[in-house]
């Protein structure tokens, strides 16, 4: 059986290890020896992602989430309080996705504890994932046999499974205007911050419709207060679940653009719009899906599918060809400092776990 003080405390074990995108070594190092301990065979692609591998009946499962969090990540000072998991406020809780690799280390523990046998189980922790699924992009499939999979990295609690996810697009702008003295020769400078302000003012953003967003989240720009800002950057992202809207949105972005170059004709305007991850659509009445239900049911809980704004690893796992289903860990508030896990929903999260490894 799941057990909740042995899941909190490694909850609290894993959030206590610092692991900001990029620097996930004393992560891996952890987990890597949890799941050593478990009786896995863990192995590391060049990228170093742990694939782990547990023998069993059948076509293997994957059970994935990531190692890395978000910032404000370090020397996070998880606490308990009335059921739930919070910071102190400084930083982040790291529940987005410590929670969903305590529920597949203690899903596999429950699994391997109890009597009889399990399903062949792949589990892949990928690195990176903050910032553009990087882990995932280079992960080696050819390590990864299952086809079907869940990935434990949804906001809300474990019955809550995403069957839609959009395409993000990642939009960056460097601007070129020519730096002169404010006083004394306004006339030969050309702002760079008024072009980028312009630009701003032009472009679609915020909610296009129900399944469109765009959003410029940084503008940089300006040496100082008296000189003609020669440099700016804009730095921002559009996300559909329809491929058709996203390239919409993208020719009316690279519209505005245009349209105020040709008005600025003598400064230099780097557009940059990169693809980070495809959008898909899940049938419910997949294998994963039912293979999710299926636990759910033993639990006595429902599932409740949904579409989310957001990318996960699945987007990358889809496109891969395997049938990954993102599922809440329990946590909420995802990338905030407010962020908080409710405990009660990450042991659910355990057990529906252990359920899925044990097989129908
Ligand atoms: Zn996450």
Redesign the pocket.
């Known amino acids: 059986m799941a057990d909740q003080e042995r899941l909190v405390k490694t909850l609290i074990d894993l959030i206590k290890i610092d692991s900001p995108s990029g620097e996930e070594d004393a992560m891996d190092a952890e987990v890597s020896s949890r799941l050593e301990s478990l009786g896995l065979k863990v192995s590391h692609d060049s990228f170093n992602n742990v694939i782990a591998t547990l023998e069993g009946e059948g076509r293997p499962i994957m059970l994935s989430?990531?190692i890395d969090t978000v910032e404000p990540g370090r020397g996070i000072k998880p606490m308990v309080d009335g059921g739930i998991l919070r910071s102190d406020g400084s930083t982040i809780l790291g529940g987005?996705?410590k929670a969903?690799v305590a529920i597949i280390l203690e899903g596999l523990a429950a699994a391997i504890e109890s009597n009889g046998g399990n399903r062949a189980i792949e589990v892949v922790f990928t690195r990176h994932?903050?910032g553009g699924l990087v882990g995932a992009h280079h992960l080696d499939f050819s390590l990864v046999a299952a086809k079907e999979g869940i990935v434990f990295?949804g906001e809300g609690p474990p019955n809550r499974i995403i069957l839609s996810a959009p395409s993000q697009n990642v939009v960056t702008a460097q601007i070129t205007g020519r730096a002169a003295h404010a006083g004394l020769e306004p006339e030969k400078g050309i702002s760079a911050l008024l072009i980028a302000a312009d630009i701003l003012g032009r472009l679609p953003l915020g909610r296009i419709d129900e399944e469109t967003t765009a959003n410029i989240g940084r503008m940089e720009g300006g040496l100082k207060r008296n000189i003609i800002p020669e440099q700016a950057f804009l730095d921002g992202e559009f996300r559909s679940r329809s491929n058709e809207k996203l390239a919409d949105v993208e020719r009316k972005f690279r519209g505005v653009f245009e349209e105020v170059a040709s008005r600025f004709p003598k400064a230099k305007i780097d557009l940059d719009i990169v693809n980070t991850y495809q959008a898909y659509n899940v049938d419910p009445n997949t294998d994963a899906v039912a293979i999710i239900g299926k636990a759910l049911a033993q639990i006595g809980l429902e599932p409740i599918l949904e579409t989310t704004g957001g990318g996960?690893d699945a987007n990358v796992f889809i496109e891969k060809g395997i049938s990954a289903i993102p599922v809440g860990i329990g946590v909420r508030d995802?990338h905030t400092t407010w962020e908080t896990a409710v405990i009660a929903e990450v042991l659910q999260g355990a057990q529906m776990c252990q359920r899925i490894i044990k097989g129908p």
């Open positions: 989430a990531h987005d996705c969903g994932e903050e990295d996960s995802f």
